[in-house]
């Protein structure tokens, strides 16, 4: 039975989409599910976007994969233009910036400028200059969801870069709600905890530390975080904005 299509004719960017084991294409597809045209964005794994193109369009709505680089000046000009220029719309509804990177360091010591700069460029950088790029075409009733970490939070020694990129993403959508509100635009933060997914750090010392002040012992799921953002994304959240949601077993409060 096909699923209530309260998004039905709404036009949403997912970005880091790309791999149906991510946060990013159970997002799509939630999305779908529920009636969204989704334009999915992929760095590297062209094929891979494409399975989550196919599976999307059985849904019977339309889907795009478009390439870009989230570290790139031009990032968020690219993904509107290809989005607007896939479904022949002037407009775009939802906005989620999930695309990111993380990489482990043993400590401060051992962090290279150029890989700080270049995780602050696609966590932070690119997701301002999509939002940036995407507004002109948003209107009262658009929905922007930004996905952070519970390493935002909590740190953790091995990712200092990462924790601070994410931290800066929530710290700039407080920002930009006080200047989308009286738009009737939200803009609101997703944090997770340990996902299953090609980012997973099970086995690590991160992953240990983060167990320990979990109350719901285990990684979650991709469908977990993705029902979080639908919601975030749909019209039953009108009066949420400048919200942090921690989906993490209860990390954040231990
Ligand atoms: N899994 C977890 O435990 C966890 C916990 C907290 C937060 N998160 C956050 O959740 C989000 C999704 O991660 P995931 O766990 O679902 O992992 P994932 O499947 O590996 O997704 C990461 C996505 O980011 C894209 N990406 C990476 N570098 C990029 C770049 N330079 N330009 C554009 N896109 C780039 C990748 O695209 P390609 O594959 O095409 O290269 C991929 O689609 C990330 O922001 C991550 O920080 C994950």
Redesign the pocket.
Do not use: E
């Given at each position: 039975m096909s699923k209530d299509q309260y998004l039905s004719g709404k036009v949403a960017i997912v970005?880091?989409?790309?791999?149906l084991?991510?946060?990013?294409a159970a997002t799509a597809i939630a999305l779908a599910e529920h009636g969204a045209n989704v334009a999915l964005h992929?760095?590297?794994?062209a094929a891979a976007a494409q399975e989550v193109v196919n599976k999307i369009k059985s849904f019977g709505v339309q889907a795009t994969a478009i390439q870009?680089?989230?570290?790139s000046v031009d990032f968020g000009t690219a993904l509107v233009s290809g989005t607007l220029k896939a479904f022949n719309t002037k407009k775009i509804d939802i906005l989620v910036n999930?695309?990111?990177?993380?990489v482990i360091h043993d400590g401060a010591a051992e962090v290279p400028v150029d890989v700080w700069d270049n995780i602050f460029r696609?966590n932070v950088r690119g997701p301002f200059l999509l939002i940036q790029a995407a507004l002109p075409y948003m209107s009262s009733g658009g929905r922007i969801v930004n996905?952070s970490?519970?390493i935002a939070k909590l740190g953790s020694y091995m990712l200092p870069v990462y924790g601070a990129s994410k931290g800066a993403m929530a710290s700039m959508s407080s920002a930009l709600a006080e200047e989308l509100g009286p738009k009737g635009i939200t803009i609101n933060v997703v944090s997770?905890?340990?996902?299953k997914?090609?980012?997973?750090m099970q086995g690590s010392p991160v992953a240990a530390r983060l167990e320990r002040n979990q109350h719901i012992k285990r990684e979650g799921t991709?469908e977990e975080v993705a029902a979080t953002i639908l919601f975030l994304s749909s019209p039953a959240s009108g009066y949420i904005t400048a919200q942090n949601i921690y989906v993490d077993g209860g990390i954040n409060n231990p």
């Open positions: 970005t880091g989409s790309s791999k084991s991510g946060i990013g992929y760095s590297s794994n870009a680089d989230a570290s999930n695309a990111g990177t993380a696609v996905i970490s519970i997770p905890g340990p996902i997914t090609d980012l997973s991709t």
